[in-house]
């Protein structure tokens, strides 16, 4: 392999990169240099057989990595590496996957959205589990957005920041309550790489916040044909405070995040100045990077040492490079902060733009004028965008009760708010049974028009035999799963080793298996499973088995979500539940997609209008798992009567009331609907009328919910030049 010595004259980490592979491919015989490169490159996370490449050498091992292939590379031994390299089958697989990956990087890029790049801002990104820079359901989607402008063509970079702590871990201790702790990440051991300066100092960019210059170095790693740049403070020339800006996504102190929102916004606008890369347009994914808007603003407005800019004049000015996408449904989600919080954080800022201080608070206001409102940068980035889209049909409904004040207009429904439904990276989150099936009858490369009805047509014409054999295996991949995750960790709480002993017989891999798995707040409504314990332990009956199993982290502060937490643990030592109902830790991705590829039902129980639009249940059913779920979110458009359950979604002030309501609703549909068309077969054992469901489900939401229409609805509603 021959390395690029001549520095990109860009400074946007290609080189870096190149430097990168040829360095671990130097650790592997000549005829593995390209695994070197599809390390590199997430690409190898979506591709057929990508994952497999380095499950070879050993799953256990390749888990034990965090599925990170860069270090298992590192960490492979030379036996293990010299016979692999002389496995011919071996090595034409690993041709297989680079030739898709040279081929993808090859293809032209889409030129309908004139000149220059998106710039997709956000505070977090699920990419893959071996990259720890996201925590839940906005890091996912983002993930997944950036995927499908890889697989679609579409110009764009994401950035974001580069988290050495990511967010929490989660260990359960012996009475159920969650322990948090952070696990720090080496990033010489991932697959990014430090973009560098033309003389190979690391690029740095400086953002004035409290009463100093915050450094920060920039980190890139490749998503398919996107590339992803990660803002880290943690550069020797800041103080220990300035270096902890980076070092968890989520902190809990206030100034700590603020200090976040200014690295992120104003430093993703100089750090793609820095490396020359000028986009057409900033995608501010929740408000956290609003603050990018100023740097634009000023930078266009050309304002001097000498001038203090009119900050309201200079952000229309830079309107329309800036779109934004909302996905709080409360108040209380969108943070604020008083005046003082404020300038003590960004007054340096505001200096150093050239914009008043006190513009920069009242920007930050609904009332502008009210001197007592708190100052949030959801309104900042509404201010500063051409467009703001909510993330469903009835989130668009909720978003414009919540600011209609900011706009001169009389009714509600005219607050100019658009939304484009959430949807889910199907190659990503497809199980490679399910896919492979539908390959069989729908034919290579069908993925690429998943958005087509007519293509997802085809699923009513797949023999029940295949369907269930799949769904079935799927089934056994989580038992499986359940099972080794139980048993480390009961072990790792020193339970009784009967009771860990039993946790080898976890779960039955025939039996029906209801997934509840989510980030753990309060309004997700996971106690409304036990809300009546006698109804709920009937549900496992053995006349119609039943199974649960729960996952989820809840906000380190946040202990009423972590006592909700606790009682769904508890069950396990309940009078007949016998290992029917489990609480997985440590809820991530890895997790994420054997669940909702092995659930029969996936449940969603938010209280009504807070679910913005979930992502979980779109992924269940690409899988072919039936939603029971309230109608709120996505599930409001997506339930028609016959491809899953809805329950009311209608919202009520009296809390108490609602919940017993929806509860009661809960159980009779599990037990007079979902129960019964599971266990109801025919003389070949399979149950026809739930596999017509499944295949109303896949057939119905499929096109709707991957993101493939919503890379379409973005270009043709949100990016399309105006």
Not at 293 to 307: E, K, Q
Not at 313 to 325: D, N, Q, W, Y
């Amino acid at each position: 392999m021959t390395v690029l010595r001549d520095r990109d004259p860009h400074l946007d980490g290609t080189s870096d990169l190149a430097i990168a592979v040829e360095g671990l491919a130097r650790r592997l015989p000549e005829s593995l240099h390209s695994l070197a490169r599809i390390a590199y490159n997430y690409r190898w996370s979506w591709t057929p057989g990508g994952r497999e490449l380095f499950r070879q050498f050993g799953a256990h091992r390749f888990s034990l990595s965090g599925e990170n292939p860069v270090r298992f590379l590192r960490d492979l031994s030379e036996r293990s590496l010299l016979e692999a390299a002389t496995d011919g089958e071996y090595l034409a697989r690993v041709d297989m996957v680079a030739q898709v990956l040279d081929a993808d990087l090859a293809r032209p890029a889409r030129t309908d959205l004139g000149s220059g790049p998106v710039a997709f801002l956000c505070a977090e990104f699920g990419v893959h589990r071996s990259l720890p820079v996201y925590s839940g359901g906005l890091g996912v989607l983002a993930g997944d957005l950036l995927k499908e402008a890889s697989d679609q063509g579409l110009p764009l970079v994401g950035v974001g920041l580069f988290y050495r702590r990511g967010y929490l871990h989660q260990r359960v201790d012996r009475t159920g309550w969650q322990q948090e702790y952070w696990i720090e990440a080496d990033p010489e051991m991932l697959p990014v790489v430090r973009v560098s300066n033309s003389d190979g100092s690391p690029l740095t960019v400086r953002i004035p916040v409290w009463d100093g210059l915050l450094a920060a170095h920039v980190w890139r790693t490749d998503v398919g044909r996107v590339p992803l740049y990660l803002l880290d403070a943690d550069v020797a020339e800041n103080t220990p405070l300035q270096r902890w800006v980076s070092a968890r996504l989520y902190e809990g102190n206030r100034a700590i995040r603020l200090a976040q929102y200014a690295l992120l916004g104003v430093g993703a606008v100089r750090a793609l100045e820095a490396m020359s890369i000028t986009p057409a347009l900033f995608h501010l994914n929740e408000g956290h990077a609003a603050l990018a808007s100023l740097a634009v603003a000023s930078r266009m407005a050309g304002l001097s040492n000498h001038d203090i800019g009119d900050l309201a004049t200079a952000l229309k000015s830079g309107r329309e490079r800036f779109v934004f996408t909302t996905h709080t449904p409360v108040q209380a989600g969108n943070e604020t902060y008083t005046r003082e919080e404020v300038l003590a954080v960004l007054g340096s800022l505001a200096d150093e733009l050239h914009f008043d201080r006190e513009a920069l608070v009242e920007l930050g206001r609904v009332h502008p004028a009210d001197v007592g409102e708190a100052s949030g940068l959801t309104p900042l980035a509404i201010h500063a965008a051409r467009s703001t889209n909510a993330v469903s049909a009835r989130h668009e409904s909720v978003a414009r009760g919540m600011w209609h004040e900011m706009f001169p207009l009389g009714a509600t429904d005219q607050v100019p708010i658009s939304h484009v439904t959430n949807a889910v990276h199907l190659p990503t989150w497809m199980a490679p049974p399910m896919r492979a099936l539908l390959t069989r009858h729908f034919g290579e490369g069908w993925e690429r028009h998943a958005s087509d009805p007519a293509v997802w047509a085809g699923v009513e014409a797949i023999p029940d035999e295949e369907l269930w054999e799949v769904r079935c295996e799927q089934r056994r991949d989580l038992v499986a799963m359940i099972r080794r995750k139980v048993v480390v960790d009961r072990l790792a709480r020193g339970e009784d080793i009967d009771f860990v002993q039993a946790g080898a017989d976890a779960f039955d891999p025939s039996f029906l298996t209801i997934g509840f798995a989510r980030r753990l707040a309060t309004y997700k409504r996971l106690n409304l499973v036990l809300h009546d314990p006698a109804r709920a332990m009937n549900l496992l009956d053995h006349g119609q088995p039943a199974q649960f199993v729960f996952a989820g982290k809840a906000h380190p502060l946040d202990d009423a979500a972590k006592a909700i937490a606790q009682r769904m643990f508890a069950l396990k030592r309940s009078p007949g539940v016998d290992n029917r109902a489990v609480f997985i830790e440590d809820y991530d991705l890895s997790v994420a997609s054997t669940l909702i590829a092995g659930c029969d039902v996936w449940l969603n129980l938010p209280r009504p209008p807070l679910e913005a639009s979930g992502t979980s249940g779109m992924k269940a059913a690409l899988n072919g798992c039936l939603n029971v779920s309230v109608l709120d979110g996505w599930w409001m458009e997506g339930f028609d009567g016959s491809n899953g359950w809805g329950i009311d979604g209608e919202v009520d002030p009296d809390e108490a009331a609602q919940d017993e309501r929806d509860a009661a609703t809960l159980y009779t549909v599990l037990e007079d609907e979902v129960k019964p068309s599971f266990h109801e077969r025919d003389d070949r054992g399979i149950p026809k009328l739930w596999l017509q469901r499944v295949r109303a489900s896949m057939r119905t939401l499929g096109p709707k919910y991957c993101a493939t229409r919503m890379i379409d609805d973005y270009v043709s509603q949100v990016y399309a030049p105006r």
